[in-house]
């Protein structure tokens, strides 16, 4: 069974501090790895995807096999990224997600 | 392009009562999952229908059933309800069963039981 953990529920930061979201995984296969948003009154949505290896919002996330991690960082943390993020595992083939309990991040002025 | 849309937005049942949430996909997709989303927690997999066939089933009970319709709209019902279902549901759909196809979420449908 696959399995997501993001270890801390809130997250404050300043804003330009760097942000970092942390996120591992348990699955024996090869997992596809997820970033989700939740921003205030808005529906949850893809931030970024590991096959992509892109840089969404100024948002990357490297997947490291040997540790399980998929790990969400921004150098220089903005008020818009205040929002909740969901890790997200999905196993090849098949599109159903497994998400972590989520982060809380806000950003302080 | 129409995103995919939930109803109702929230509703209040008493313990013991059914219930029907309903889910209209975004157009051209064929594929809908549902979701449960406790209070704290971050969404877990009921189950996902691809062209009307279920398709998988998280850990849920029975009573948790569903239906995907020629259209590929979707209702999610719940029998007998438990205080614990208590939840924001939670549907989203995609192009097909490919891992490649991005989910796209409804903005989900808060239930409360007391």
């Known amino acids: 069974a696959q399995r997501v953990t993001q270890p801390e529920k809130l997250l404050s930061v300043f804003k330009g501090a760097p942000v970092e979201l942390k996120c591992n995984y348990s699955?024996?296969?090869?997992?596809?790895l997820f970033w989700y948003v939740q921003y205030s009154r808005q529906r949850l949505q893809l931030l970024l995807r590991?096959?992509s290896r892109e840089s969404i919002k100024g948002f990357t996330a490297d997947l490291n096999k040997g540790e399980t991690s998929f790990h969400l960082k921004k150098p220089f943390a903005q008020e818009e990224d205040s929002a909740m993020y969901y890790c997200a595992s999905q196993v090849q083939g098949n599109n159903r997600l497994a998400f972590g309990k989520g982060n809380q991040v806000v950003v302080i002025p | 392009e129409t995103g995919v849309t939930q109803s109702p937005t929230h509703l209040i049942k008493t313990r013991g009562q059914q219930v029907t949430l309903r889910c209209s996909s975004q157009?051209?997709?064929?594929?809908v999952s549902w979701y449960q989303q406790a209070l704290g927690q971050g969404p877990q997999f009921i189950f996902q229908y691809y062209r009307e066939e279920e398709n998988g089933r998280g850990n849920f009970p029975p009573r948790f059933s569903g239906l995907q319709f020629p259209n590929y709209s979707s209702e999610l019902n719940v029998n007998a309800l438990e205080l614990d279902d208590s939840a924001l549901y939670l549907c989203a759909s995609s192009l097909g069963l490919s891992s490649n196809y991005e989910q796209y979420f409804g903005p989900g449908t808060r239930l409360t039981v007391t």
């Open positions: 157009s051209g997709h064929n594929t």
């Open positions: 590991h096959i």
């Open positions: 699955y024996s296969g090869s997992p596809e």
